[in-house]
């Protein structure tokens, strides 16, 4: 009996260890892996398949462009400029990513999740409101202001927002722990899903009237 529980304990502890590791991007066992479109590559990581290490040059690790500005004329006033292993194939099993924020007067980035990653963001200009909000059953809001300079984690998987309060526009440079980490904006896929989700369950889910519900499938 003691032996078939030891088994199974190093079972259950394996089990622990290899769903922790996978919970993030796996770590690199070589210097880099620039993806390419080539499916003759002998080397296939993390989705991408590896460009050879000795045909690599200075321009697979280098994206110029960042400087310009995204456009801010849309519904919600931001612009999210996103530098992932899909446009930078150079950032390939490195495990990081790079956003450019841009904010109209009282534009917003609303609230989403990086079901991928952490992301630690920098205010280059204006003042910005920002939060996120914790897991249940707590759900707390934790919020701040920032300013130029002024840095700020949003955890991995947290709710989080960032809203231009000032009436100028705004600049914000965000790194993101994953390649590749994913965005889920709530209100777009509660509302915007495709099939759309029965408005009984949504209706049931955020207390409101059915009519609201299908007025609002219909703007997402």
Known sequence: MTKLFTCLLTVALLALASSLASAHDPSSLQDFCVAVNNSNSAVFVNGKFCKDPKLTTADDFFLPGLDVPGSTSNQVGSNVTLINVDKFPGLNTLGIALARVDYAPYGLNPPHIHPRATE????????????????????????????????????????????????????????????????????????????PINPDVLAKAFQLNKSVVNYLQQKF
């Open 120 to 195: 630690i963001q920098t205010v280059i200009e204006g003042t910005l409101l920002v939060g996120f909000v914790t897991s249940n059953p707590d759900n707390r809001f934790i919020t701040k202001v920032l300013n130029k300079g002024d840095v700020f984690v949003f955890p991995m998987g947290l709710i989080h927002f960032q809203f231009n309060i000032g009436e100028t526009n705004a600049l914000a440079i965000s790194s993101l722990s994953s390649q590749n980490p994913g965005v889920i904006t709530i209100a777009n896929a509660t509302f915007g899903s495709n099939p």
